[in-house]
């Protein structure tokens, strides 16, 4: 609530940083019939009193200490805001009006040891949920694994993680889906190629910053997480619940066995994967590993071909893996924020 230009594009800056659309207005009933959670007052206001119920933030520039503090004082301000010094601190302070909504859903998806096909089925899951209509992030948290886009395009044009190891604070959720590369419907973050450098990344300060952003920016996130000690790599406590791919033999049911168990603070659900050997089958494999059976992935044909030529989505039409990515997402919570074109 300003009749000031300066004030008014100063802080019109700081919501745009925030990805924040700022509604103007000029007297005290027009704001109030907005039911505003948080009202910025600018300190050309000759108001009196509380002008909302919700917070008040009263917005400066800087030089006016001395006046600014005084129309706080009037109008019960909560919080002065001196424009543009203050702009970092009202950042962060419009990024928490965002992240106050509805949150993205992060699903991990990991095999119980190497080659299982936990990248695949990723995509698969990806693949589905963008399908079904949630806005959905390929999240690739593999730094071995040579870059996922790989794997669904011969080409993709967009940031990768390397691109993000300098981010700090808050990260505006609107730009970083836009220069995300996508591919049918999906959203991809994948690593560059440079496995040193993208792990100091991943266990950095920068990886909540972008899982923030991505939960404000996706309904849901598919996590492509590395098999492996340790389990799942740094990005295993930033997810909801975690997908465990077990092939159905013997000696990969032990190893799957102990990830449930050293993964009891997550929901672990299987996905029992074929062939397998003479006494096993899919619910048997789920009681050995100790986890519920979401279901059964068979060995299909053509995969390494696919994914070779990066048209491993295109292996997500086959009958078999439509019906288990359906069962496999039918738990998961949909916040629906609305496709992305």
């Known amino acids: 609530m300003t009749s000031s230009q300066r004030i008014r594009d100063e802080t019109a800056r700081v919501a745009a940083a925030a990805g924040l659309e700022l509604t103007v207005t000029t007297t005290l009933p027009e704001a109030r019939q907005l039911h505003p959670a948080v009202l910025l007052v600018g300190s050309d206001s000759a108001e009196t009193g509380s002008a909302t119920d919700g917070e008040l933030i009263l917005v400066g520039l800087s030089g006016e200490d001395g006046a600014v503090w005084q129309t706080a004082t009037r109008l019960n301000a909560s919080q002065v805001a001196l424009l543009p010094a203050a702009a970092g601190w009202l950042v962060e302070r419009f990024a928490g009006l965002r992240a106050s909504g509805p949150r993205g859903h992060v699903l991990g998806v990991m095999g119980c040891t190497g080659g299982v096909g936990a990248s695949s089925l990723s995509c698969w899951l990806a ?3 963008a399908r079904s209509g949630r806005s959905c992030l390929l999240l690739d948290g593999d730094c071995a694994g040579g870059g996922l886009d790989l794997a669904v395009s011969e080409s993709l044009s967009g940031i990768r993680w390397e691109d993000l190891g300098e981010v700090s604070g808050t990260l505006n959720p609107d730009q970083l889906v836009d220069a995300l590369p996508v591919v049918r ?18 266990g950095s300060s920068a990886v909540k910053s972008v899982l923030d952003a991505v939960r404000s920016g996706f309904d849901l996130t598919i996590a492509d997480l590395p098999s492996g000690w340790p389990w799942g790599g740094p990005l295993l ?61 068979p060995q299909l044909r053509g995969v390494p071909t696919a994914e070779r030529q990066g048209r491993l ?23 629906a924020r609305g496709a992305r074109p």
């Open 127 to 129: 693949l589905a949920a």
């Open 185 to 202: 419907g999906v959203s991809v973050l994948a690593m560059g190629g440079s496995p040193a450098i993208e792990a100091g990344i991943l």
């Open 237 to 297: 406590p930033f997810c909801d619940e975690l997908v465990l791919l077990v092939p159905g033999r013997r000696r990969p049911l032990a190893v799957a066995h102990s990830i449930v168990q050293q993964t009891q603070f997550l929901p672990v659900g299987l996905v029992a994967r074929g062939p397998f050997a003479q006494d096993l089958d899919p619910h048997r494999v789920a009681e050995l590993a100790g986890g519920p059976l979401i279901g059964h992935l």
């Open 313 to 335: 989505l295109t292996i997500g039409k086959h009958r078999r893996v439509q019906a288990l990515t359906a069962q496999a997402l039918a738990t998961v919570p949909f916040h």
